[in-house]
C-alpha cells in the first residue's frame, strides 16, 4: 500500500457542487499539506497542519477548505466548485527533520 | 518576482550528454534546498539534497551558491530514464513549507 493515499484519483464534477479530496497517510508524519499543481504554474500551496489542532491557509486557499479528522487524514473541500479550480491536486506529510512525501494527485475536472 | 525560479526548457538532450539546470531564489532567509523529479501526471519525488559544499549522487551534482542565491543541478551521462520535469525547492529558516520553482522540463533523445 501506498504511503499517502489520495481519493478520487480523478473526478468530474460540476460548476456550483460540493466536492471533498481525502487523503490519508501510513507514515506517521505529523504535518500534513495540500497543494495544487497547474501548468506554467508550478505546485502552490492550498492549506496545511502541523497536527490534528492546527490549520493553515497557504497562497491559495479562497474557495477551499479543510478537515484535519485524524493525523492520518487530511481532507480538502471545494463548496461549490469552480472551473478555474481545475487542476492537479496533491496531498503531502512530512516530518520535521524528513523531506516531503507525496500522494499520486487526484485530477479534478469542473466543468 | 517568483520566489523560486527556473528556465522553463524545454531541454532536449542527446542521450549520453551532460545537462546542467539552474535555479534562483528570492528569500536570502532561505535554509535548505531540494530537487525533486517529477514524471509526467506523477507526483514529485525528492531526487537530492543540495547542500552547501555541493553534494554528488552517482551521476547527479548539485551546487549551492548562498551569496548568488543560486542551486544547481548537474546530470552527467544522461539516460532515457532522466526524461522528466526537474523541481528546484526551498524551505525557509523556521517555516516547514517547502516553496516550489515551476519546474524545468528535460527530454533525453535516443
Known amino acids: 500500500d501506498a504511503d499517502v493515499t489520495q481519493t478520487p484519483r480523478n473526478r468530474i464534477t460540476k460548476t456550483g457542487k460540493r466536492i471533498m479530496l481525502e487523503c490519508s497517510q501510513t507514515?506517521?508524519?505529523?504535518?500534513m499539506y495540500w497543494y495544487r499543481q497547474d501548468p506554467g504554474l508550478g505546485l502552490r500551496l492550498i492549506y496545511y497542519?502541523?497536527?490534528?489542532?492546527?490549520?493553515n491557509k497557504g497562497e491559495i486557499s479562497d474557495g477551499y477548505s479543510v478537515s484535519r479528522q485524524a493525523q492520518a487524514k487530511f481532507s480538502l473541500s471545494l463548496e461549490s466548485a469552480i472551473p478555474n479550480q481545475t487542476a492537479l491536486y496533491f496531498c503531502?506529510?512530512?516530518?520535521?527533520?524528513?523531506?516531503?512525501?507525496f500522494g499520486s494527485g487526484t485530477r479534478l475536472t469542473v466543468v | 518576482r517568483k520566489e523560486v525560479e527556473q528556465d522553463p526548457g524545454p531541454f532536449n538532450v542527446p542521450e549520453g550528454a551532460t545537462v546542467a539546470f539552474n535555479c534562483t531564489y528570492s528569500?536570502?532567509?532561505?535554509?535548505?534546498f531540494f530537487w525533486y523529479r517529477q514524471d509526467c501526471r506523477k507526483e514529485p519525488k525528492l531526487l537530492m539534497s543540495?547542500?552547501?559544499s555541493g553534494n554528488e549522487d552517482g551521476r547527479f551534482t548539485a551546487q549551492l551558491n548562498r551569496a548568488s542565491q543560486y542551486i544547481s543541478l548537474l546530470i552527467r551521462d544522461s539516460k532515457l530514464s532522466d526524461s522528466a520535469t526537474y523541481l528546484c525547492?526551498?524551505?525557509?529558516?523556521?517555516?516547514?513549507?517547502?516553496?516550489f520553482g515551476t519546474g524545468t522540463r528535460l527530454t533525453i533523445i535516443p
Open positions: 503531502a506529510t512530512s516530518a520535521l527533520g524528513y523531506g516531503y512525501t
Open positions: 507514515k506517521g508524519h505529523d504535518r
Open positions: 497542519s502541523f497536527d490534528v489542532k492546527d490549520i
Open positions: 528569500n536570502s532567509a532561505s535554509q535548505s
Open positions: 543540495v547542500y552547501s
Open positions: 525547492v526551498v524551505l525557509l529558516f523556521g517555516n516547514e513549507k517547502l516553496t
